[in-house]
């Protein structure tokens, strides 16, 4: 998992990773938003859903104690990274601001 994480975040498109839980409520909402997200970007980004309690060396190495936490890579590089929900418009915001997409 770990080599093909690094292999996903190494892309020059944008990579939103979502770091979420199946037990988690708000990551449950932000799934829907994230959709919308995609569809209005389309192929500007990749978003990837990273289940913690799956991949625990994945969150441990990008130290993600809550869930949702979202993190923006290009080219190997962290961006940026929230916890918690957004909407989507502040999702795009941040993408098109941060990333040479």
Wanted: hydrophobic share 45%.
């Amino acid at each position: 998992m770990m080599s093909s994480f690094n292999q996903i975040i190494q892309s020059d498109k944008p990579v939103l990773v979502d770091f979420f839980a199946t037990w988690c409520g708000p990551c449950q909402m932000l799934a829907p938003i994230l959709k919308e997200v995609k569809s209005n970007l389309g192929e500007r980004i990749s978003i990837i859903k990273i289940d913690v309690d799956k991949n625990q060396a994945v969150a441990a190495q990008y130290q993600v104690r809550g869930v949702p936490t979202m993190i923006l890579f290009q080219n190997g590089k962290q961006l940026w990274r929230q916890s918690g929900v957004l909407s989507k418009e502040d999702i795009i915001k941040v993408i098109v601001e941060k990333s040479n997409s």
